[in-house]
């Protein structure tokens, strides 16, 4: 069979809950894109500058960024974990709800932090909660459950486009008008606001206005994501965890997954253990706080420190990309037409829904860090063509899809490679969603100041530095991998010779009883 019979019966075990997790993480993905398209009609409606604006998206994936910090102190317990996810779910329906009433820039940018703030929230958890179903065979789940971001990723933009407006607040110049169909187009196509594309002032003008229908947009969004928090809920309702509603008799198991409860049975204890001993998966804070820390080796440690400055890399490489490629693709020399720029940031996430679903087998097949080795080189590869082929937009168009294959699915495989080295102590889940958030907001921060100062080709440039900053870090990875397989080996040497001794002394104990005993 394609897939082991073992993976099959582990999913039918667990398929209430990994289906639920996917599902948070397809409303995710769609949240994280839906905004960016929103944002010309969004400045309308608080009567902001587009500077002013765009801040409020960057409020939003900061609170993002402390959301994932802190979200590892829910799962200590199912019912934290699940009531969690309910709560964060429910709120990104509210939120989406009332952003068409906020007319203030002001109160805009606090829903939009509390619905990122929601949101890291679950990007934590949902990753957390499949590594800890699914352990060694995580990588195939995890594949899957990132795949929904870019589907939903995918999915967003075809929701908000019928009810965007075309001519922004009114009267515009030729000039303005031209800068806020760059922006529309830019922004429609990009899972994440970006803000600091432009220094332009584009003030709210008073006058003749084109009716925004965007509302209509965020309503539905609201409505879309009601079935997530309702499917948690309603796992919550299975698992017991409802005081006022308690379920059924829990259904027995069948012979196929009663072994496999059994044969996971004495593996789990051990890896609950080790957890235990090493603080788990908690949340950043309380992994530097705690005192079990204090014995283990250094490499313990650089693992954490270069999976997450990995990370760091390639999820900057995706966030600056997404936003800048249209920037890129109507300047000098390619200059595309703005319709025809407008479908290399589409093809991107494309790339990336597709290159997930591939690595779904793929990643059953090989191991995640030659997956990871395969992906960095091919990222390598593909930007290096773009810097040579510049002046060419075939080459972009496929560089564009080729990038994205290639930085699909390194985030999955780069958490299963640290948790499977780590054996699924510390706080690699928690470093590794920390790290990505800060590059892909820093990155985007960084690049477009580059950008503006240097030009459009500086995009590429950049590209290239960051994705060879990632590779190096990974070599460094490799080697204290290597470090930290020998110090387990060391530990474990050094226990089988103290426990040698202790076996034999208690059988020459049994042997000096047993012949007193047939003395006597």
Not at 474 to 479: E, H, P, T, V, Y
Request: hydrophobic share 45%; proline share 4%.
């Amino acid at each position: 069979m394609f897939v082991d019979e073992r993976i099959v019966t582990l999913f039918k075990r667990n398929a209430h809950h990994t289906l639920t997790y996917w599902s948070v993480f397809f409303s995710f993905g769609l949240c994280i894109a839906f905004l960016g398209p929103t944002i010309l009609d969004l400045q309308c409606q608080t009567k902001s500058t587009l500077s002013q604006i765009t801040w409020v998206f960057f409020a939003q994936q900061f609170c993002l960024l402390i959301g994932s910090s802190i979200g590892g102190i829910f799962k200590r317990t199912l019912f934290r974990a699940l009531a969690a996810l309910f709560v964060s779910a429910l709120t990104i329906s509210v939120i989406f709800a009332i952003i068409p009433l906020c007319n203030n820039v002001l109160v805009l940018a606090v829903a939009m932090a509390v619905s990122g703030f929601a949101m890291g929230i679950i990007d934590t958890i949902a990753n957390i909660q499949l590594v800890s179903i699914y352990q060694r065979d995580s990588a195939v789940f995890l594949q899957a459950l990132h795949f929904f971001i870019g589907f939903g990723a995918l999915v967003s933009p075809l929701i908000a486009d019928p009810f965007l407006s075309e001519m922004g607040c009114g009267n515009h110049t030729e000039n303005g008008t031209e800068i806020m169909h760059h922006f529309r187009n830019m922004l429609r196509n990009s899972p994440i606001a970006e803000h600091n594309i432009t220094q332009s002032n584009l003030p709210y003008h008073e006058g003749e206005k084109e009716e925004s229908n965007v509302h209509y947009a965020f309503w539905i969004m609201a409505l879309i994501n009601l079935p997530v928090p309702v499917a948690v809920l309603f796992l919550m309702y299975r698992e017991q965890l409802i005081p006022c509603c308690p379920s059924g008799t829990p259904r027995l198991l069948d012979k196929d997954e009663l072994a496999m409860e059994n044969q996971q049975g004495a593996e789990g204890s051990d890896v609950e253990q080790k957890e235990h001993e090493a603080g788990g998966h908690g949340n950043i804070f309380s992994c530097c706080q705690n005192d079990n820390l204090r014995g283990l080796p250094v490499s313990f440690f650089m693992i954490h420190i270069l999976g997450g400055m990995v990370l760091f890399m390639t999820d900057g490489i995706v966030g600056a990309y997404a936003g800048f490629v249209y920037t890129y693709g109507v300047s000098p020399p390619i200059s595309l037409p703005n319709k025809t720029a407008g479908y290399l940031a589409s093809i991107f996430w494309a790339a990336i829904t597709a290159g997930r679903l591939l690595s779904i087998p793929l990643s059953y097949r090989f191991q995640p860090v030659r997956l990871l080795m395969f992906n960095l080189a091919g990222a390598i590869v593909t930007v290096l063509m773009l810097l040579i082929f510049y002046t060419s937009s075939t080459s972009l168009f496929a560089g564009t899809f080729f990038c994205g294959l290639f930085l699909s699915s390194i985030f999955p495989c780069m958490l299963a490679y640290t948790e499977d080295i780590l054996e699924y102590q510390g706080c690699a889940t928690s470093v590794l969603v920390t790290s990505a958030g800060m590059g892909e907001m820093v990155m985007q921060v960084l690049v477009g100041s580059i950008i503006q100062a240097q030009g459009s080709y500086s995009f590429l440039l950049c590209g290239m530095i960051i994705a060879c900053l990632g590779f190096i870090l990974f070599i460094g990875l490799l080697l204290f991998h290597r470090m930290h397989r020998n110090y387990l080996t060391g530990t474990t040497k050094k226990s089988a010779m103290v426990e040698e001794p202790a076996t034999e002394q208690n059988g020459s104990a049994k042997t000096e009883q047993k012949e007193e005993t047939e003395s006597s």
